[in-house]
């Protein structure tokens, strides 16, 4: 079955840097898009970045200049290089698959890891 495990979440100064990974199993991850999502205390889920099975990247407005994804498809990971970190972005963050396009919602993603916890304190 397909697995999407998250690792890299942390806690961290606001300001500093994190990088998360995400090692996808049970998929042909090269034709899959990947998404990152984040849902925060009392938020609702959004996406973060995401990035095509040719390499097309998408962010979110708020994440432009401070994170980047990237992906290896020789490992079967996505990336989510996290800078210049805030409060604000305080968040679980989902790693996500897509079999079709670069969705920009969540309901176009097919599977979902089961998130890692990013807090930035002030």
């Known amino acids: 079955q397909v697995q999407l495990v998250e690792s890299g979440g942390g806690l961290v100064q606001a300001g500093g840097s994190l990088r998360l990974s995400c090692a996808a199993s049970g998929l042909t991850f090269r034709r899959y898009a990947m998404g990152w999502f984040r849902q925060g205390p009392g938020k609702e889920r959004e996406l973060v970045a995401a990035i095509s099975s040719g390499g097309r990247t998408y962010y979110a407005d708020s994440m432009k200049g401070r994170f980047t994804i990237s992906r290896d498809n020789a490992k079967n990971t996505v990336y989510l290089h996290m800078n210049s970190l805030k409060p604000e972005d305080t968040a679980v963050y989902y790693c996500?698959?897509?079999?079709?396009?670069?969705?920009?919602?969540?309901?176009?993603?097919?599977?979902w890891g089961q998130g890692t916890q990013v807090t930035v304190s002030s």
């Open positions: 996500s698959a897509a079999s079709y396009g670069l969705p920009e919602v969540a309901r176009g993603y097919d599977y």
